[in-house]
C-alpha cells in the first residue's frame, strides 16, 4: 500500500489548488481538502488505487462544489453588482467581485457541467483527462463545456448589460 | 502563485473563453493560493494516517489529557489545599465529552417545555426553545440547530415556514444563549464568556449535597459582569453523580426581572441517550421546510472590516460646537446647540436648554463661522446630555422649566430654562469589537450618539438582516459604495408614536474620504412605493490634520416635527472643529 504522507505530498498541492480555485479565499478549501482526503483514506482500506491523481480530483470537484453550492445556493444572483475593475471605488474591499460571482453562477449549474467547467479553467486539464477523471466519454465533456459556458455567459454578461438589476 | 499558465493546455483553454467570463476566470486564476493555507490543509491531511480525528475530537483529546491530568493532580491537591472545583470538573467535561448526547428537558410556569440536545463528538447543539411573550408579541416556538465547529446557525420558526442560516459571528440570535453555555461552560473549561461576551463564568465552588434522595456533587457556576455593581446575576447549580461524573441535572438561578417569566429558578434535567437527532429536522421541523441562507456575503463584511479599519477610532481627539438648526436658516441661527468632545472611546456630549434669540446685531461680512460660534458658545449655558468614560455609556436627564419672574429678578436669563435638577443614568457598556443591539445604522451625524460612538465591527446588521454591496451604485453621492440592508420580517406596523421602523437601510460610503458614510435613508415600501422616512445626508465634510474626514454640515431628513403639523422638516446640524484643543481625561469622568 502506498505510504500515506507521501501521497498527500505529491497530490495535496494540486488537490488544494483545485479546492482553493472552486471555494474563493476562507477556510472552507482547507476543509474539504481533509474531508477530500478522510474519504480517500478509508476508501483505500476497501480497496487498491489505481489512479490517485484522477480519484482526488473527482472527489475534491465534487466537495468543493457541494460545498460551493451550499454556501452560495441560496444567495440571490442580484446581491454582488458588476463593476469595472479599473475604477471599481472599493478598492480591495470587493476585489474579486468577478471571481465571488462567477462563483455564484457555477452553482446554477448541473453538477455535471460545474465540475466539468472546473477541472477545465480552474485545473487545466484535457477533455481526455476530465474524461477519465469524471467517468465521462471525452465527446461528453465537449457538449458539458458548451453547455456550461453558454449559461454562465448569459448569467454574467446579462448582468452588466442589464445593470445589475 | 498559479499553475494555470504552466498547463499544456494553457492557450487552447484561453481561447475557448471570452469577455467577462474570460476576466471572471482570470480573476480566480489571480487569486494567491495562500501558502499557509496550504501547508495547513496538507498538515491536516497527513494527520489522517493517524486515528481519524476531527478539531474538535483533537480538541477533545486535549481536554482529556487536561483533565487525566488534572484528575492525578487533584488527588495532590486535595490532600495539599483541600477541594479544587476546576479540576473537579475537567472529569466533568471529560465524561459528557465520552457520551454521545446529551439530552436535557426543563418546563416552565406555564407547562411548556424546552429540550435541548448537544453532542461534543459531533460538535452540533440543537433543541426546541420558547422565546417569552413580550408587549409586542406572542410567545414563540423556535427550533435550532448549530453547528458549533463551523459556526452556522439553523433557525426555524415555525410560523415563518421557513429555516433561516446564519453565522454566529452575525450576531444575537435565540440559541445564542444555549450555544453559549454549552461551548464555554460544558465543552470547554468555565472561565468561558456568555451573553456576547459580556459575562464571564466563574466556576465558584463545589460542595457534597443531597438532591433526589442521593448524594451528589454540587458545582456552582455564575456569570458575572465586568464592572458591574449589582444588577442581574445569574447562577448555575450543576448537580453531578459522583459515581459517573455525569450531570444529571442543572438549575438556572436569575435575578434578572425577565426570569420570573420562566420562575426565578428553572430545572433542566439531563439524560444521556445513544441517539440524537441527526438534523433540524429530526426536531420536528417539517421537511417541507427550505432553509434560506442569510449569512452575510463575504463583500458585506469586507466592507464592514474596511470602514472600521479606516475609522482608526482609537487615536481619534476633537472638540467641536455643533449648532442644530431648522432647514432654511442660516449658520448663525439655531435651535439647539451642543458641545461635544471625543478622545479614543470616551466621548462627551453637552448641550444647551432653552431657546436661542438670534443676534439683534448684523453678523460682519466676511465673519468666520466657526470662530464666531467657538466664541459665542462660552456664552451660553451647558448641560451634560451624554458622557462615556471609556467603559460605559452614561446619559443626563434633565429636569427645566421656563424662568419665573423671580428667577429673571434673581439674575437668571430671560431666555434659557431653568434646571432644576440632573439624574445621571449608566446606560450600556462600551463594546469596542461591535455595535450595540438595538441601536440601527445611520445615527451619523448627531452628536448626542452616532457622531461621538465608534463605528460598529458588523455596521449593526442584525441577524437575519439580508445585506448586499453595490460597487458602482446608480444612486447617492458619485464615486460611492453602497450598502443596502432589509428586514425581510418587517411588518408595516406603527408604534403608539406613530414610528414606523425602517424595512430597509441604504448607506453610502465614500473611500475617497476615509469610508465616511456620506448618506443614508431608511426607507418603507408600500404597494410597490418606496418611502423615505428618515436618514441623514453630509452636505459638507473637512479633512481633519491626521487625515480624518469629519462632516461639518449634516442634514437629517424628517427629523424635526412642528406644532399642527403632520409633516416633518429637515433638521441641519453644523459641526465646528479645533482638531488641536486640549482635552484633559477629567472631562470624560461620568
Redesign the interface.
Known amino acids: 500500500m502506498a505510504n ?2 507521501q501521497i ?2 505529491d497530490h ?2 494540486a488537490i ?2 483545485l479546492a ?2 472552486i471555494l ?4 472552507d ?2 476543509d474539504v ?2 474531508e477530500v ?2 474519504e480517500v ?1 478509508q476508501f483505500r482500506q476497501k480497496q487498491e488505487v489505481g489512479n490517485w491523481h484522477g480519484l482526488l480530483r473527482r472527489v475534491a470537484t465534487h466537495r468543493a462544489i457541494d460545498r460551493l453550492r451550499r ?5 440571490p444572483l ?8 479599473a475604477d ?7 476585489a ?8 455564484r453562477a457555477i452553482t446554477r449549474l448541473p453538477d455535471g457541467q460545474a465540475a466539468v467547467f472546473s477541472l ?3 485545473d ?3 477533455y481526455d483527462e476530465i474524461a477519465e477523471t469524471l467517468g465521462m466519454e471525452p465527446s461528453a465533456v465537449g457538449t458539458a ?1 458548451h453547455k456550461a ?1 453558454g449559461k ?2 448569459s448569467l ?2 446579462d448582468k ?1 448589460k442589464g ?2 438589476q | 502563485m ?3 499558465t504552466q ?4 492557450g487552447f ?1 484561453r481561447d ?2 471570452s ?3 474570460l ?3 482570470e ?3 489571480r ?1 494567491p ?2 501558502e499557509e ?2 501547508g ?3 498538515d ?3 494527520r ?2 493517524e486515528p ?1 480525528s476531527s478539531r474538535r475530537a483533537r480538541r477533545f483529546r486535549f481536554l482529556l489529557a487536561t483533565a487525566a491530568v488534572a484528575a492525578a493532580l487533584l488527588v495532590v491537591i486535595v490532600i495539599w489545599r483541600g477541594h479544587q472545583p476546576g479540576a473537579a470538573w475537567a472529569t466533568v467535561v471529560e465524561a459528557v465529552a465520552s457520551k454521545p448526547w446529551l439530552h436535557a428537558v426543563t418546563t416552565m410556569a406555564d407547562g411548556t417545555n424546552e429540550e435541548l440536545w448537544f453532542s461534543a463528538s459531533r460538535a452540533v447543539m440543537g433543541g426546541r426553545v420558547v422565546v417569552p411573550a413580550s408587549a409586542n408579541d406572542d410567545a414563540r416556538e423556535w427550533f435550532v440547530w448549530n453547528d458549533l465547529d463551523a459556526g452556522i446557525v439553523d433557525l426555524y420558526e415555525p410560523r415563518k415556514g421557513l429555516i433561516v ?1 446564519t453565522r454566529e459571528t452575525q450576531g444575537r440570535d435565540v440559541s445564542e444563549y444555549f450555544r453559549a453555555i454549552f461551548t464555554a461552560f460544558l465543552l470547554a473549561e468555565p472561565g468561558g464568556t456568555i451573553d456576547a461576551g459580556r459575562r464571564k463564568l466563574v466556576h465558584q465552588q463545589q460542595r457534597e449535597v443531597t438532591e433526589q434522595g442521593r448524594r451528589c456533587t454540587e458545582h456552582r457556576f455564575r456569570a458575572q459582569k465586568e464592572d458591574e455593581d449589582g444588577g442581574s446575576q445569574r447562577d448555575w447549580l450543576v448537580y453531578v453523580d459522583p459515581d459517573t461524573q455525569l450531570p444529571f441535572r442543572w438549575d438556572e438561578v436569575s435575578s434578572n426581572p425577565l426570569a420570573a417569566l420562566f420562575g426565578t429558578r428553572r430545572r433542566w434535567d439531563v439524560d444521556y441517550p445513544a441517539t440524537g437527532p441527526a438534523d433540524i429536522y429530526a426536531l420536528g421541523v417539517p421537511k417541507t421546510a427550505k ?3 442569510r ?1 452575510l ?3 458585506v463584511e ?2 464592514a ?2 470602514v472600521v479599519a479606516r475609522s482608526r477610532w482609537a487615536d481619534k481627539r476633537f472638540y467641536a460646537v455643533v449648532v442644530q438648526s431648522d432647514d432654511g436658516k442660516p449658520w448663525w441661527d439655531g435651535r439647539c446647540f451642543y458641545r461635544v468632545w471625543s478622545s479614543g472611546f470616551r466621548w462627551r456630549v453637552d448641550r444647551t436648554y432653552g431657546y436661542w434669540m438670534p443676534p439683534g446685531e448684523p453678523i460682519p461680512t466676511g465673519a468666520d463661522p466657526a470662530t464666531w460660534w467657538k466664541q459665542k458658545a462660552e456664552t451660553l449655558q451647558f448641560q451634560p446630555e451624554n458622557r462615556c468614560d471609556g467603559k460605559w455609556e452614561w446619559r443626563y436627564d434633565a429636569k427645566s422649566r421656563n424662568p419665573t419672574p423671580a428667577d429673571i429678578a434673581a439674575g437668571a436669563s430671560r431666555k434659557l430654562r431653568v434646571i432644576e435638577s440632573i439624574e445621571k443614568k449608566r446606560m450600556y457598556p462600551v463594546r469596542k469589537e461591535s455595535f450595540r443591539e438595538g441601536y440601527p445604522i445611520c445615527l451619523m451625524g448627531h452628536p448626542t450618539n452616532g457622531f461621538s460612538m465608534p463605528p460598529p465591527s458588523g455596521l449593526g446588521i442584525y441577524q437575519g438582516f439580508v445585506a ?7 444612486s447617492g453621492p458619485p ?3 453602497l450598502l443596502q440592508v432589509r428586514n425581510p420580517d418587517w411588518k408595516p406596523v406603527k408604534s403608539e408614536h406613530g414610528y414606523r421602523s425602517p424595512q430597509m437601510w441604504r448607506l453610502w460610503f465614500a ?2 474620504k476615509g469610508y465616511l458614510l456620506v448618506r443614508c435613508e431608511e426607507l418603507v415600501s408600500q404597494d410597490g412605493k418606496e418611502e423615505i422616512t428618515g436618514g441623514s445626508v453630509i452636505e459638507q465634510a473637512t479633512q481633519a490634520p491626521d487625515g480624518r474626514w469629519y462632516p461639518t454640515v449634516v442634514r437629517r431628513f424628517n427629523a424635526i416635527g412642528f406644532v399642527g403639523s403632520d409633516k416633518n422638516e429637515d433638521m441641519i446640524l453644523r459641526f465646528y472643529y479645533d482638531f488641536e484643543a486640549d482635552i484633559p481625561d477629567s472631562l470624560f469622568e461620568p
Do not use: C, H, M
Open positions: 500515506w504522507d498527500v505530498r495535496g498541492p488544494f489548488r482553493r480555485r474563493g479565499p476562507g477556510p478549501a482547507e481538502v481533509q482526503f478522510l483514506f454556501r452560495r445556493g441560496n444567495e442580484e446581491g454582488l453588482e458588476i463593476s469595472d475593475a471599481a471605488p472599493l478598492e480591495t474591499a470587493v474579486g467581485e468577478l471571481a465571488e460571482r462567477l462563483r477545465r479553467y480552474f487545466g486539464r484535457s463545456l459556458r454562465l455567459r454574467l454578461e452588466v445593470g445589475g | 498559479n499553475d494555470f498547463s499544456p493546455q494553457d483553454v475557448e473563453l469577455g467577462t467570463l476576466a471572471s476566470v480573476e480566480v486564476l487569486e493560493i495562500g493555507d496550504l495547513r490543509a496538507l491536516r491531511a497527513r489522517l494516517d481519524r442560516r432553509i434560506v441562507d449569512s456575503p463575504s463583500d469586507a466592507l472590516a474596511t448586499g454591496v453595490d460597487a458602482k451604485p446608480k464615486g460611492t459604495i473611500p475617497d
